[in-house]
């Protein structure tokens, strides 16, 4: 937003970004999973639980759902100028506003998910 105006450019600048973060934290969840196959054998270090793990798995597609309706809000911007204005009120940057939210909370939990996981191997 550039003085209180908010184009479209400006939702898809953000929808690149969290795709990344999404990104990011899928490539961390395969980093725990494999973390996981490797301690399996070692005494010192404990093994993620079967509860540990779905939950992994839950917020794996969790991050996947919200990377696809992120690619669906990027289809349909893509058919306006992205330098068309839009004000607080209009459906896209309400849609905007609720991917938003959703993004503060799955990078809380992510970010929370990780350390108490790291802190379950034992490290």
Do not use: C
């Amino acid at each position: 937003m550039k003085h209180g105006d908010i184009n479209l450019v400006d939702l898809d600048f953000e929808y690149k970004l969290w795709k990344k973060r999404l990104e990011q934290f899928q490539k961390e969840v395969k980093i725990l999973k494999y973390r996981n196959e490797e301690v399996k054998h070692e005494v010192k270090f404990t093994e993620l639980n079967t509860v540990e793990l779905m939950v992994l798995d839950q917020h794996n597609d969790e991050l996947e759902k919200v990377i696809s309706r992120i690619k669906t809000q990027e289809r349909e911007l893509q058919y306006y100028n992205k330098d068309f204005p839009i004000t607080k009120s209009h459906q896209y940057f309400k849609e905007h506003e609720e991917l938003r939210k959703k993004m503060t909370g799955i990078s809380t939990k992510h970010l929370a998910w990780v350390d108490d996981l790291i802190k379950a191997f034992g490290i």
